[in-house]
């Protein structure tokens, strides 16, 4: 409730009233003129209140009435009564109704009750109220106030004093309060005021307003007093102390100086009277000496007392911190004094409270400056600024020396030691433990040097001096200052100092950027230069500072033990540094950062750099610490070593320590480069290199992407790392890391100096690295990647620098380890920028793409094995990711993975090619199809590499693939390749160079396709049949797949620089081949026998290359006929054809007759469309040439079911339509065939010729193979159906020839069983039949052509009849012996030596060329030149052979044929040659025919033992069968028939009628055995002809008469000497048992003969029975009957056989018994 409100006001009155009742009620007795009064003053107010509206004025207006009674009642000095009147009073005033003239009553009241020592506390009180309520107290009246204050506070009272200190300080501020307060009122009033003289009226000032006059006049008398002068103002003080003095001015000062600011007066007062006051108090402090003894001086000096010089700095604080712009001369003094009190000469606690008060001035950066401006930027000024920092270095310097003098203000002299005061003490300060035993045991923050030991205290919070000595204002004596607490302020003024100047800056220029950046958008033209007045001044602060600065920080951090204090060290230290490099201040800066460098390394480490560079500094100050001993029991005791590691250096040295503290500097080190690269510039180097040794002691390596990490055990055991460093470093990596992904934060002139300083650190790895195989430093190129990586939007700008110092000096060291980190650096570098999103992106950047791609080209050039991997390892990553957008890239992309050599080793090959392989299934379509070309270069090339295989077939195989893409892009390419072709032609042109590119007339797309041949050309003559076998099936099928894409001039290069050139290629190697065994192909593997030398690997590939032309021509016939040169091609092949097929090797010789079959069987469209399988085979092309061969290699058939016209014209192009039918050229087309028919002949003239020379025991050089002479044989049916209309007799004489070689040639004895039929079947070998159908085909066009071809029959028949022969005399091959066939038994050919040739069975061969010629001679016996050439006689005679021999032929079928041949031959060729007779053309054929029949009615060869009696019928009845044919055929035209032949025929009839028997019968085979049938025939026929009625002759009577006549006495002749024998043999006695088994043997045989006999006559009477008599000579009938004696005579016999016989013989005689009826004279009977 406010004091003028009704109720306040009511209830005031109430008070008043109530008041002055108590008080006449206690002055009742004692004092009446007190209680009167008291009951008036009651009247009073009452009429007061009843009269007025505004209370509060009438009653002020009558205070000194109101206050009248209260006045008197203090006089009473009666405590009670006083003690009311005071507090009546108060209330008055509080509600502030007390006029002037009433206040200074109540004053006057109150001196006397001071002066009476009444009530002091109530006195103190009420004035109290008085001055702060109202204004109504001034000049006179308030001083003498104001001095009742001043002399209560000198009372002998503890309390009053305390009281009355405390009040006058309260009214001292009133006082001045209300000048404030009354400016404030009168400030929009501008009043002039006079100019100030010079003050000679000291007691007022005229212009002043009442309060200011006040506050004016107090603060002179204060300074009067201070001074120890009589005041002018404050009359009535007895007594002053300069402390309280020093304390009034100093909170007048602080707390009021706009006062002293804004007047003049004031303003004069401070300069005339407070600073001269200041400076002659301070004198003794400035005078006195510590340790100065009084002798030492003549006259004593004055001590420094404390209370007044600790009160003297804090008034020179305020003055400076607010009065410095009035002071600036006074405030030099005052520096310069505070910077001398700090001096080690001065008492410690002079010292405290002098780095105190620095303090405070510390915490201000904007005084600091000013002080910069004003002293040190002016020329002849004192460099006060510098001086203040140079004061606290060395003030802090000096601690550490100081406290080992023994000086006796110290506590402790020794380090940390515990004397009972100094634990004491120390435990009152909040210091180290009262009972620790020394500073290395305890935890505390402390500063320890060269075994100085010196605690840090909290002295303060950051950013404020709250000092501790500078407030023991109630303190007389100095105070003992506690070990370490100057230490602590000079370090935390140091500190603030740091934190003030460079925040101030910071913002500044923070500012400064933002006007300059509004400005730049304001006007964007005009480049806005900064007023450099600003920038002068912070240079000059930091250039006066850092020296100072430097040398206290370093040895703080040198010294320091306590984490906390070395990070606010560090942070001290690196906020310079950054705002020395952004105000470009070089030398500063790099000192900074050395000093950081230095303390992040262990002590002494050689470092070059960092000693270069502090050489460079000119230290203004002795930085004590820098040679500090490695294990100094000083400097480390309180350091924790947390890591022992190795130095980085050439030599191998001993192990270095890193201490926390070390981690710390390197992580401030870290902090440092990440936040300030900007401004580091050249200095980049001294970071970089020290973190490099930091790095590399620590065991940090290189990661994915450069990014440090934790290594493994690095060489040796010599790095120890504990787990507090362990928990570090990933932090630390990771700072590491994010250090350089700031770098893109970093402008290009900051980023250039990174770079540049990461090249040269890698240099010096690089160097270092060179001869020694220990791991390098990989420090700097991993950052250079990390680097790259992260500024990859400007690229550009480093990458030149940076990917040639890795290319250059990194990726060709000798070191494997700096290598493959090159390497990953380049690589990394390369995908990254591929990879990234580029604005324009790289597609529209070509000069960028080719940029980023180079360095991987020019990795290629690097020898080293593992650099290439990893190249070929990213081309497969680029691949795989940016494969799609290479573009221009591919070249070059291509020609690293193409740049492989065989010395590279497998495993590059086959990365290489894993990139290619990708390239090719993945991005053909993407790529410009001008690089087309490379691929197949590239393909090729891993095809030619000789280290792996696989990847030679593979290659192959994408070669392939690539054909059929050309094959399915084909438009796309060629348009695009056309309109490059174009390009480069304008170019060409206009340069006049003629355009160069491979196979250049022919069009682009063609030039593809021949380049994609020429490699596959290449590598069917590799030196690895695999891949030459692959290659060729490659290229032929690409050819045959795609070869209708070219155009047809290109066809005539693929022809010859080609497929000829090819062929020509393995013919010549294939030729010269080794013949040495292979033993395995290497691994495991085993080479088949057929496969064991180099030259039948060559023959396989030659056979490939061969087949695969040879179906090229036979396919592209028709284009290639168009090429004008196509019968020159024909030939060259026929040439290939022919040297293949007369090759040593059967497998090349067999397969080039496949190929000659293959481009025989070409038919011409007509015929092709015309004519069927049937017709073929009616012109009798045997099944076997109709289908396709069976044997391997690639057959075609000859016929197929689309006409070649339909193929031809489904080709896309018209140059490959085919002529129309019938207009090709036919004599072109004969004389292909006639060339084809020249190449078969001499191929088979070659191939069939005997060896000559050698004897039969030398193995040939070379024998034709069954397989290969089959082949050559088959193709003449299919040839000579080309030829047949030139065919000559001349040419058939070739063919035989060839024909008969052929079958002639033996086979070796190893391959006999596999080709030779057992000898059991009468099978023909292949051979044989091809043989045969060759010859059958000719005799069937000769029997369909004119007439003038059947002259060759003969000749056929010769041939065929070559052939007859062969079954019984096998045709020799040259001079080699061999083993028949006929003669080994079947099971026994595997068992000859190897060395043998084994004959062929030619008997089945020879029987059906009998058979054919028999049908053949059936159909042409009447023909001309059969009958001319004496074909039957030719074949009678061939046929006498086999006749003859008989039972001696090789085969028994042979002489059975024979005779069934000659029967049926002669059936048909007897009647042309009696036709014929007259002519003589058949008479040499006759006595052929005649010893024909001797021959082999009468062998020399007798049966086998072994025939069965069925068997010896059956060939008996054979026999007969010629007899039959005798007396059928020849004898009953015996008048066409030479006499002679018909006398040879009768002689061998007689003979046979009775032919001895075979002599090894037994007895029960006798009669069979004696081939009686036959002997029956013969004679029968004899008989027949011998007493036919049809004599014709007397000759032929004659003949038969003689017959029987030598017949019938042979008879006679056999029965006598039987008779006789058997005579003989009765007589004798018996023989001895050997002699009677020969006996045995003559009888039988003699038995025999007899029953021969015996039965010839039976025979012979039944004949003559059957005969006409008169037919009969008379003669005969004589012999006839001459016999029967002798029969008789034999009956004696004693052998049952012959009896029988005899009966038989002697019973016809039964018909001579009776006389014949005589002949009748008439004729008749």
């Known amino acids: 409730m406010s004091t003028s409100s009704p109720e306040a006001v009511k209830k005031l009155l109430e008070n008043m009233q109530t008041d002055l009742r108590s008080l006449s009620m206690e002055c009742k007795k004692k004092f009446p003129p007190v209680k009167e009064a008291a009951e008036s003053g009651i009247v009073k107010i009452k009429t007061i209140a009843a009269r007025n509206s505004d209370i509060l004025a009438t009653l002020k207006e009558n205070s000194s009435e109101v206050v009248q009674p209260f006045l008197m009642g203090c006089g009473t000095k009666e405590p009670k009564i006083t003690q009311l009147c005071l507090a009546a009073i108060q209330r008055l005033m509080s509600h502030e109704v007390v006029s002037e003239a009433a206040a200074g009553n109540i004053i006057n009241m109150l001196w006397q009750l001071m002066e009476n020592g009444q009530e002091e506390l109530k006195l103190l009180q009420t004035v109290l109220v008085l001055l702060t309520t109202n204004t109504v107290v001034h000049d006179q009246v308030l001083s003498k106030a104001i001095v009742l204050c001043f002399r209560l506070h000198f009372t002998k009272d503890n309390i009053t004093n305390n ?107 401070l300069k005339e009277r407070v600073c001269p006051l200041v400076i002659k108090l301070f004198s003794p402090n400035i005078k006195f000496r510590q340790g100065n003894s009084s002798a030492a001086s003549p006259a004593p000096v004055e001590k ?61 950066p904007h005084l600091l400056r000013s002080f910069c401006l004003s002293y040190d930027m002016k020329q002849h000024s004192t460099k006060v600024f ?27 002299t020794s380090t940390g030691g515990s004397g009972a005061q100094g634990a004491a003490q120390g435990a009152a300060q909040g210091g180290p433990g009262a009972g620790g035993q020394g500073g290395s045991l305890t935890t505390q923050a402390a500063f320890e040097y060269r075994g100085t030991w010196i605690p840090l205290m909290t002295v303060s919070v950051q950013g404020s001096a709250k000092a501790t000595y500078l407030e023991m204002l109630d303190k007389v004596e100095p105070p003992s200052i506690p070990e370490g607490y100057a230490m602590s302020v000079a370090f935390s003024a140091l500190l603030d100092l740091v934190r003030g100047i460079t925040s101030m800056i910071e913002r500044a220029l923070a500012k400064e950027e933002e006007e300059a950046a509004v400005r730049r958008e304001a006007n964007p033209d005009q480049n806005t230069q900064l007023e450099p007045g600003a920038h002068l001044v912070w240079e000059e602060m930091v250039s006066a500072c ?69 050489a460079n500094i000119n230290k203004a100050y002795s930085i004590q610490g820098q040679s500090v001993q490695i294990i100094s029991s000083s400097s480390e005791s309180h350091q924790q070593v947390v890591a022992v590691g190795q130095p980085l250096s050439v030599q191998p040295q001993g192990t270095v320590v890193l201490t926390a503290k070390n981690i710390q500097c390197m992580r401030t080190l870290l902090n440092l480069a990440h936040c300030h690269g900007v401004v580091l510039g050249t200095s980049w180097q001294l970071v970089l290199a020290t973190l490099q040794h930091l790095v590399w002691i620590l065991g940090l390596k290189p990661g994915v992407g450069g990014a440090l990490k934790p290594g493994r055990a690095v060489e040796g055991p010599s790095t120890v790392l504990t787990t507090a460093v362990m928990t570090d470093l990933p932090v630390i990596s990771n700072i590491l890391s994010r250090l350089f992904e700031s770098s893109q934060y970093l402008d290009d002139v900051s980023l250039h100096h990174l770079i540049h300083a990461l090249c040269s650190l890698s240099l010096e790895a690089v160097e270092m690295a060179y001869g020694t195989n220990k791991e390098p430093s990989l420090f700097a190129v991993a950052k250079l990647l990390e680097t790259g990586l992260v500024n990859m939007d400007r690229i550009e700008i480093l990458w030149r620098p940076l990917t040639g110092h890795l290319l250059e000096k990194v990726c060709q060291h000798p070191n494997a380890r700096m290598r493959e980190w090159g390497a990953e650096a380049v690589t990394s570098l390369i995908k990254a920028g591929l990879a990234y999103k580029h604005n324009p992106p790289l597609a529209q950047n070509q000069r960028l793409q080719l940029l980023l791609l180079n360095p991987l080209k020019e990795l290629s050039n690097v020898l080293h094995a593992d650099i290439r991997q990893k190249q070929l390892e990213s081309v497969l990553q680029i691949l795989q990711s940016q494969g799609d957008s290479l573009g221009p890239g591919w070249p070059l992309v291509l020609g690293v993975i193409g740049a492989i050599r065989n010395d590279q080793g497998e495993s590059l090959i086959r990365t290489a090619f894993q990139c290619l392989q990708l390239v090719v299934t993945d991005f053909l379509p993407t790529m410009p199809c001008a690089c087309l070309q490379i691929v197949v270069d590239v393909a090729g090339s891993f095809g030619l590499q000789n280290q792996e295989l696989n990847i030679s077939l593979t290659s192959i195989g994408l070669l392939w693939n690539i054909s059929d893409y050309f094959f399915q892009r084909g438009e796309a390419i060629t348009q695009e390749l056309e309109r490059e072709e ?20 022919a069009p682009p797309f063609d030039c593809l396709w021949l380049c994609l041949y020429a490699k596959l050309g290449q590598l069917c003559v590799d030196p690895r049949p695999a891949v030459r076998k692959s290659a060729g099936q490659t290229m032929f099928s690409t050819i045959a797949a795609h070869g209708t894409l070219l155009q047809q001039p290109t066809w005539h290069i693929v022809v010859w620089k080609v497929l000829f050139h090819l062929l020509d290629c393995v013919r010549k190697s294939s030729t010269t081949a080794d013949r040495e065994k292979i033993e395995s192909g290497g691994g495991n593997i085993l080479i088949h026998h057929s496969r064991d030398t180099a030259e039948k690997q060559w023959a396989e590939t030659w056979v490939l290359t061969l087949a695969g032309v040879a179906r090229i021509f036979n396919t592209r016939r028709y284009l290639l006929q168009q090429l004008g040169d196509y019968f020159k091609a024909w030939e060259v092949l026929l040439d ?43 012109m009798g092309v045997p099944p076997v040439l109709i289908d396709p061969l069976s044997a391997p290699g690639p057959g075609r058939p000859l016929l197929r079911s689309d006409s070649m016209l339909e193929r031809l014209t489904s080709y896309n192009g018209a140059e490959l339509q085919a002529p129309p039918p019938g207009e090709e050229s036919t004599l072109e087309d004969a004389a292909l065939w006639w060339s084809a028919w020249n190449t078969w002949y001499r191929t088979g003239t070659d191939s069939t010729r005997p060896p000559s020379g050698g004897t039969g025991t030398d193995r040939p050089s070379f024998v034709p193979s069954q397989p290969f002479l089959t082949a050559l044989v088959q193709i003449f049916p299919a040839l000579y159906q080309h030829i047949k209309t030139g065919f000559s007799m001349e040419d058939l004489r070739k063919l035989g020839v060839i024909l008969h070689g052929a079958v002639s040639i033996p086979i070796s004895s190893d391959a006999s069983p596999f080709i030779l039929p057992s000898y059991t079947e009468a099978v023909l070998t292949s051979l044989q039949e091809a043989v045969l159908t060759a010859l059958d085909v000719l005799q069937k066009a000769i029997c369909v052509g004119p007439e003038n071809l059947q002259v060759m029959y003969p000749a056929i028949f010769e041939q065929l009849l070559l052939f007859v022969e062969f079954s019984c005399k096998p045709p020799q091959y040259g001079k080699m012996e061999t083993k028949h066939v006929a003669n080994a038994k079947y099971n026994q050919i595997q068992l000859f030596t190897p060395a043998e040739w084994v004959a062929l069975n030619y008997v089945p061969f020879a029987e059906r060329s009998l058979e054919v010629v028999v049908d053949l001679y059936h159909k042409t016996a009447c023909h001309k030149a059969v009958i001319n050439e004496k074909v039957l006689q030719n074949i009678i005679k061939t046929l006498r052979m086999p006749l003859g021999l008989k039972y001696g032929c090789p085969s028994e079928s042979t002489w059975k044929l024979a005779v069934s041949s000659l029967l049926k031959v002669l059936s048909t060729g007897l009647p042309v040659a009696r036709q014929h007779a007259s002519s003589r053309k058949f008479d040499t054929m006759w006595p052929e025919l005649a010893n024909a029949f001797k021959d082999f009615l009468f062998t020399k060869s007798t049966p086998p033992d072994n025939v069965s009696i069925q068997e010896f019928q059956k060939n008996e009845a054979i026999d007969v069968e010629v007899v039959q044919l005798i007396s059928t055929e020849i004898l009953p035209f015996a008048i066409f028939i030479p006499k002679d032949f018909v006398g040879q025929i009768m002689a061998m009839l007689n003979k046979g009628s009775i032919h001895s028997q075979s002599s090894s019968f037994t007895e029960a085979e006798v009669d069979v055995r004696m081939r009686e049938e036959f002997s029956k025939v013969c004679f029968e026929t004899l008989l027949q002809f011998s007493f036919s009625n049809k004599v014709s002759t007397p000759q032929e009577g004659y003949i038969s008469r003689m017959a029987l006549s030598v017949l019938l006495k042979r008879s006679q002749d056999v029965l006598r000497r039987y008779v006789d024998d058997e005579r003989l043999s009765g007589r004798c006695p018996l023989p001895s048992g050997q002699r009677m088994k020969l006996d045995c043997q003559l009888l039988r045989q003699q038995v025999t003969e007899i029953i021969f006999v015996l039965k010839a006559i039976s025979t012979l009477m039944d004949s003559l029975k059957k005969t006409q008599p008169e037919n009969v000579d008379g003669t005969t009938w004589a012999q006839v009957i001459a016999l029967y004696p002798t029969l008789v005579e034999c009956i004696t016999c004693s052998s049952s056989e012959v009896s029988s016989a005899l009966k038989e013989a002697m019973g016809p005689f039964k018909d001579f018994m009776q006389p014949p009826v005589s002949r009748v004279q008439n004729g008749e009977s």
């Open 163 to 269: 009281t009355a200190a405390a009040t006058v300080r309260q009214v001292v501020t009133v006082v001045f309060e209300r000048m404030v307060a009354e400016d404030e009122r009168f400030k929009d009033i501008v009043d002039q005021p006079p100019p100030v003289q010079g003050n000679t009226n000291r007691r007022s000032v005229s212009t002043l307003r009442p309060s200011a006059k006040d506050a004016y006049m107090l603060f002179q008398d204060l300074c009067q007093l201070v001074n120890a002068d009589a005041p002018y103002w404050l009359v009535g003080m007895t007594e002053m102390t300069r402390t309280f003095g020093l304390e009034l001015l100093e909170s007048v000062l602080n707390d009021f100086p706009r006062v002293f600011l804004q007047h003049q007066e004031f303003s004069f007062l």
């Open 304 to 364: 420094p007392y404390f209370p007044i010089c600790m009160r003297l700095l804090r008034v020179v604080s305020v003055l400076i911190k607010h009065f410095y712009s009035l002071l600036v001369t006074e405030c030099e003094i005052f520096l310069s004094l505070l910077v001398k009190f700090l001096d080690g000469e001065k008492p410690q606690w002079l010292r405290a409270v002098a780095v105190e008060s620095v303090h405070r001035l510390c915490v201000q």
């Open 386 to 412: 510098r001086d203040i920092v140079n004061a606290l270095g060395s003030f802090i310097q000096s601690l550490f020396i100081v406290l080992n003098t023994g000086n006796p203000a110290a506590t402790n």
């Open 546 to 614: 850092w020296c100072g600065l430097l040398a206290a920080l370093s040895l703080l951090l040198d010294a320091s033990t306590d984490e906390t204090a070395t990070e606010s060290i560090l942070k001290a230290e690196l906020t310079v540094a950054a705002l020395c490099g952004r105000l470009g201040l070089v030398t500063p800066r790099d000192a900074f950062i050395t000093a950081i460098c230095k303390a992040s390394l262990p002590p002494h480490y050689a470092l070059t750099v960092l000693s270069s560079n502090t």
């Open 982 to 1001: 174009a390009a480069l032609q304008k170019q060409a042109q206009e340069k006049g160079e003629p355009l160069n590119r491979p196979f250049h007339p």
């Open 1136 to 1178: 290939h054809i022919q040297s293949a097929a007369l090759s040593k090797n059967s497998e090349v010789s067999l397969a080039a007759l496949k190929s000659f079959q293959e481009i025989l069987q070409i038919a011409t469209p007509v015929k092709d469309s015309t004519m069927s399988t049937d017709a073929l085979a009616a």
